[in-house]
């Protein structure tokens, strides 16, 4: 069976706040899907409905084919944001109460942490205790993987070192479903989904998302002034190293550019994942 | 160099802090410190701003009057509402009745926190509680603010959001000097410095940092690492080498802003 986990029409409601919305995701064996969305979206309600730790209000959601248990548990892998890694006890205690906890007691100490292994969790940098958190839930070799914000914090060489790690895991097989604000990383999935109020608002390859959304550069000399003029009405407009990227139209920005005798050229580009996504989350819910 | 760090020193006990750091930051630019946890991020802010001293090396920093500094873990009073902290903060900077009205209205209007000035601080989301952080350290207009990991955990939205309010205070004339661990926000910045383990990987404007990669970069599919000096880009791997020499079967293609960093980092590993 393919489909390791499923959300079909998924609602979650506490009181009268619809946290989530009749939502659907998949995620497949061998592939990698990074869930997307502003805080207070979902994501992390979504991944409790996954995995069982909360009960849908309407809708089903399926492990393995069946509803969340402590059978489908042991074959799920989750690193929340916070770690789940205990910082007062070392690394080795941390790995033999998982491999406890899971009555994995063959899983050995990865040979890469064998120097620091007794050293506790809570003194360890971020970037390491992220690796350990990693490894840790990839003990009980997991067919399914959830991580939260897997390399928040994580430096540059870290960051490629756990996502060697993640796509090592879906090369052999596993499914990995990955939240994540930094867009560097969401380009590393294989599929996007994005989240805003409780529902999917878009899905597919990081290119389908980004698609036909585009932004305007602008090139000019003052651009302080452009910058400042733009803002102030009430543009979308980011600095972007000598230019100036502004949602809108070039016609609407020229414009008023042209208004306020600022000389500048106004051109049509594509959008990058970061501006096409706040394009889509910043627009309403029926978008 | 207006203000900012010129070949900084720090050790702590026997750990180097900061080796050799430096970190120019001139009025009306961005800069931005690029690293992961540890790399020295912080260590180079409380420099700048004066929380700790260099061990050798040249600071340049305004009065402290004219400094505004968030440090990553707070900027704001968790009980005191959006208004109480306004007003505290003025009072604090000692504005003037007028100013200090003016300044408020504006800094509510760009942090877009009108509907949220009676709330409590500790009530806002996270995105909100930075917007309003970076805006009580601007509410005094100073020559040089300093932001310590303004955007970590805040999601692209909010984040578009502050880096509005960031640039806006640059174009207005600010030095700014950000700390971030996203790389690509460093592509905002007029000058960015990559740091690791408290020593430069690299640094000067985005276009110098990618003009900069030495050798050749590739990319190529498979499941196996195809060299020490490979890591993946998404499905596929990219590979580097540092000769201009890519191995047989890897096709050539240009580096991009993440590659650089990636290249920075490991051709430090490879220099240690």
């Not at chain 1, 989750?78 to 998982?98: I, K, S």
């Not at chain 1, 290119?207 to 932004?215: N, P, R, S």
């Not at chain 2, 750091?21 to 690029?34: A, E, H, L, M, N």
Request: proline share 5%; net charge neutral; aromatic share 6%.
């Amino acid at each position: 069976m393919d489909i390791l986990a499923e959300a079909d029409r998924v609602s979650m409601r506490f009181g009268a706040f619809t946290a989530v919305c009749a939502t659907d995701l998949v995620v497949k064996r061998e592939e990698v899907v990074g869930l997307l969305g502003a805080n207070g979206a979902g994501k992390t309600t979504l991944i409790r409905l996954l995995l069982g730790l909360l009960a849908p209000s309407d809708g089903v959601v399926r492990l393995f084919g069946s509803p969340p248990s402590i059978a489908t548990r042991r074959r799920v892998g989750y690193v929340p944001q916070t770690l789940g890694l205990y910082a007062g006890l070392t690394v080795a205690e941390n790995w033999a109460f998982t491999a406890g906890a899971f009555r994995n007691s063959g899983a050995l100490v990865p040979e890469a942490f064998s120097a620091w292994q007794h050293e506790l969790v809570g003194r360890l940098p971020l970037g390491t205790q992220r690796q350990v958190a990693f490894a840790v839930a990839l003990s009980h070799q997991p067919e399914l993987l959830i991580l939260d914000e897997p390399t928040s914090g994580v430096g540059p060489l870290g960051r490629v070192r756990l996502w060697e790690g993640i796509r090592q895991a879906a090369s052999q097989g596993a499914g990995v479903l990955v939240t994540t604000h930094n867009m560097e990383e969401a380009e590393q999935c294989d599929r996007l989904v994005v989240m805003a109020d409780g529902k999917v608002v878009a899905r597919g390859s990081a290119a389908e998302i980004t698609g036909d959304h585009k932004v305007v550069e602008v090139r000019c000399d003052d651009w302080n002034r452009a910058f400042a003029l733009l803002d102030a009405s009430g543009f979308p407009v980011q600095l972007h190293g000598r230019g100036l990227r502004v949602g809108g139209t070039p016609t609407a920005v020229a414009g008023l550019l042209t208004r306020e005798g600022i000389d500048a050229t106004a051109e049509i580009v594509p959008a990058n994942l970061e501006e096409a996504f706040v394009a889509i989350v910043a627009k309403p819910a029926a978008g | 160099m207006t203000w900012g760090l010129a070949d900084v020193r720090v050790s702590r006990g026997r750990k180097v802090a900061l080796a050799g750091v430096t970190v120019p930051v001139d009025p009306s630019r961005i800069t931005v410190v690029v690293g992961g946890d540890g790399a020295g991020k912080s260590t180079c802010l409380d420099v700048l701003v004066g929380l700790l001293d260099a061990d050798t090396g040249v600071v340049r920093r305004p009065a402290k009057e004219r400094i505004g500094y968030v440090p990553a873990t707070a900027g704001l009073y968790a009980d005191l509402t959006v208004q109480e902290n306004l007003d505290f903060f003025a009072a604090a900077y000692r504005m003037s009745g007028r100013e200090r009205s003016q300044q408020a209205a504006q800094i509510i209007d760009r942090t877009g926190l009108a509907a949220a000035r009676r709330r409590l601080g500790g009530q806002l989301s996270g995105g909100m509680q930075r917007k309003l952080a970076v805006g009580l350290a601007l509410l005094h207009s100073p020559e040089l603010l300093v932001l310590d990991e303004p955007t970590t955990g805040v999601d692209p939205v909010s984040r578009a959001d502050l880096w509005r309010l960031i640039s806006r205070a640059a174009v207005e004339g600010a030095a700014v000097a950000v700390t971030t661990t996203y790389v690509n926000e460093a592509a905002r910045a007029a000058c960015v410095v990559l740091l690791e383990d408290g020593k430069m990987l690299a640094s000067g404007s985005p276009e110098d940092i990618l003009r900069g990669v030495p050798g050749a970069l590739g990319t190529a599919r498979g499941i196996d690492r195809p060299t020490a000096l490979s890591w993946r880009r998404g499905a596929s791997w990219r590979i580097w080498a540092p000769t201009g020499r890519l191995p047989a079967g890897v096709r050539p293609v240009p580096p991009d802003f993440e590659d650089a960093v990636i290249v920075a980092a490991l051709a430090g590993m490879r220099g240690r």
